[in-house]
T-cell receptor, first 113, second 116 residues
């Protein structure tokens, strides 16, 4: 089944404790992206990647890192999480560009205490 | 500034009634336009998109949307709503030339509740 998977689905952590949210797609998509969803703000792009080893900042990159060492994986790293990073996070992928249909993962709900 | 506005935060309709969800955008030129749906606990799914051509586009699940350049709008419609349509709906735009960045600008979302 074609899908985007994220792990973990739920995470509660404390300020400053490094964490990684994994994202994997099995559709051989070149483009991958991370969004955060906050009430009343819709989704905002954090980082995106056009292909392996090619990543760039979105609208709200502060406090986040990403890497794209393999085509299928695009982990989101929070080196020192803070409470304002409490949010619902979505990974998405598309065939080659961002205006192709984006396929979204199920989301990761992160709470930083 | 570029923006997408969904004026209705929450809409309630009766099952079988028609539905229209509003979306307005603010850009210098016509962007690429999308509607996504998010069912509870799920990721987003593309309903339909408009790039150019016929201004009335058909999507999945019986949805359609009409692009009106004069009003900078891209409203989503469905003639008869089903209980399973209860979800959150997001309008999104991608400015021309943003294909490489994939920078979708999302509206705030409209939550649809369906009454039996």
């Amino acid at each position: 089944e074609a899908q985007v998977t994220q792990n973990p689905r739920y995470l509660i952590t404390v300020t400053g404790k490094k964490l990684t949210v994994t994202c994997s797609q099995n559709m051989n998509h070149e483009y991958m992206s991370w969004y955060r969803q906050d009430p009343g703000l819709g989704l905002r792009q954090i980082y995106y990647s056009m292909n392996v080893e090619v990543t760039d900042k979105g609208d709200v990159p502060e406090g986040y890192k990403v890497s794209r060492k393999e085509k299928r994986n695009f982990p989101l790293i929070l080196e020192s999480p803070s409470p304002n990073q409490t949010s619902l996070y979505f990974c998405a992928s598309s065939l080659s560009t961002g205006v192709d249909e984006q396929f979204f993962g199920p989301g990761t709900r992160l709470t930083v205490l | 500034a570029q923006s997408v506005t969904q004026p209705d935060i929450h809409i309630t309709v009766s099952e079988g009634a028609s539905l229209e969800l509003r979306c307005n955008y603010s850009y210098g030129a016509t962007p690429y336009l999308f509607w996504y749906v998010q069912s509870p606990g799920q990721g987003l799914q593309l309903l339909l998109k408009y790039f150019s051509g016929d201004t009335l586009v058909q999507g999945i699940k019986g949805f359609e949307a009409e692009f009106k350049r004069s009003q900078s709008s891209f409203n989503l419609r469905k003639p008869s709503v089903h209980w399973s349509d209860a979800a959150e709906y997001f309008c999104a735009v991608a400015p021309l030339g943003s294909g490489n960045t994939g920078k979708l600008i999302f509206g705030q979302g409209t939550t649809l509740q369906v009454k039996p």
